[in-house]
Nanobody, 121 residues
C-alpha cells in the first residue's frame, strides 16, 4: 500500500487547513488510517487515527477539539481537518496505515511521505 499526502502549506495562526491522504489500494477492513507529525527538533507524535471499516476515531489528547479525522472509503482517502491552528502545530504531517498498536498508540505498517504545515504567528 502506498500513501500520498497532500494539502500542506503556510497558514496564519487561527486559520484552518485540510490534509488529504490517498491510498493506492483498498486497505484491509481492520486497518486504520492515521496521521502523525514531527516538528523541527522533536520526535514524531501521534495526531489521530480512524478505522476504515467503522469510522471509529482516536485522537491524541492535545488534538481533541481542533482536529477532525475522516475517511472516504470509496476514494481510499483519509483527511485531517485542522482548525484554530497555532505556531506550535508547525510540523511535517505524515499519513500512515496499519492494524497494530503499541501501548494504545497506532503503530502503522505503511507510511506516506509527509507534507509540511507551517503556521505563522
Amino acid at each position: 500500500v502506498q500513501l500520498q499526502a497532500s494539502g500542506g502549506g503556510l497558514v496564519q495562526a487561527g486559520g484552518s487547513l485540510t490534509l488529504s491522504c490517498v491510498a493506492s489500494a483498498p486497505t484491509f477492513s481492520n486497518y486504520y488510517g492515521a496521521w502523525f507529525r514531527q516538528a523541527p527538533g522533536k520526535e514524531r507524535e501521534f495526531v489521530a487515527a480512524i478505522t476504515w471499516s467503522t469510522g471509529s476515531t482516536h485522537y491524541a489528547d492535545s488534538m481533541k477539539g481542533r482536529f477532525t479525522i475522516s475517511r472516504d472509503n470509496d476514494k481510499n482517502a483519509v483527511s485531517l481537518q485542522m482548525n484554530s491552528l497555532k505556531p506550535e502545530d508547525t510540523a511535517v504531517y505524515s499519513c500512515a496505515a496499519g492494524s497494530d498498536y503499541l501501548r494504545g498508540i497506532p503503530r502503522p505498517r505503511y507510511w506516506g511521505r509527509g507534507t509540511l504545515v507551517t503556521v505563522s504567528s
